[in-house]
T-cell receptor, first 116, second 111 residues
Framework: EPEVTQTPSHQVTQMGQEVILRCVPISNHLYFYWYRQILGQKVEFLVSFYNNEISEKSEIFDDQFSVERPDGSNFTLKIRSTKLEDSAMYFC??????????????FGPGTRLLVL | DAKTTQPPSMDCAEGRAANLPCNHSTISGNEYVYWYRQIHSQGPQYIIHGLKNNETNEMASLIITEDRKSSTLILPHATLRDTAVYYCIVRAVSNDYKLSFGAGTTVTVRA
């Protein structure tokens, strides 16, 4: 069964450093998403991406964040200058369609980011 | 901006059916009901979704009331591996890409 994969599974970085989280969405999917979950809190939407541009983003997704689909398989989330409060689990998701049902989103296992 | 209300927790006996309620009294005609679960900080796992008809797949059944203001997710024979946080999410058909997760229901299946 196709699945979303994410690398690395864990990432430790120093405050102020840049990190890139990588995702390989399901191969025939066209819509890609990033979510995050701070420990003990809700899963929060960050951004959705389609046709090489952002289709929707949340207030969390400020200028320190960027997304890119550098090739035909990878989807990345870059955090330019990490802060302590960026420590969280980051989930990538993908779907065949976007707003139209049945645009079911399938999630990867996540990357646990720890900013020291 | 929560659109759904779920009990914070519930217990279920292994092998029995687990019935998870969800209230979505302000649901609009173009909004679907989605259910996901999250097992111990893993990525959310899709379970099922529906608009107004009852739905069943290999994982669960979804019963939506006729007025669509509430729904019930049924896990027919709960196992210990079904212990997870279950999220009921209302999502519009168009122009609404994101899934808005609430706190969900923590379901504990006991042997």
């Amino acid at each position: 069964e196709p699945e979303v994969t994410q690398t690395p599974s864990h990432q430790v970085t120093q405050m102020g450093q840049e990190v890139i989280l990588r995702c390989v969405p399901i191969s025939n999917h066209l819509y890609f998403y990033w979510y995050r979950q701070i420990l003990g809190q809700k899963v929060e939407f960050l951004v959705s991406f389609y046709n090489n541009e952002i289709s929707e983003k949340s207030e969390i997704f400020d200028d320190q964040f960027s997304v890119e689909r550098p090739d035909g398989s990878n989807f990345t989330l870059k955090i330019r200058s990490t802060k302590l409060e960026d420590s969280a689990m980051y989930f990538c998701a993908s779907s065949e369609t976007g707003g139209q049902a049945p645009g079911t989103q399938y999630f990867g296992p996540g990357t646990r980011l720890l900013v020291l | 901006d929560a659109k759904t209300t779920q009990p914070p927790s519930m217990d279920c006996a292994e092998g029995r059916a687990a019935n998870l309620p969800c209230n979505h009294s302000t649901i609009s005609g173009n909004e679907y009901v989605y259910w996901y679960r999250q097992i111990h900080s893993q990525g959310p796992q899709y379970i099922i979704h529906g608009l107004k008809n009852n739905e069943t797949n290999e994982m669960a059944s979804l019963i939506i009331t006729e007025d669509r203001k509430s729904s019930t997710l049924i896990l027919p024979h709960a196992t210990l591996r079904d212990t997870a946080v279950y999220y009921c999410i209302v999502r519009a058909v168009s122009n609404d890409y994101k899934l808005s997760f609430g706190a969900g229901t923590t379901v504990t299946v006991r042997a």
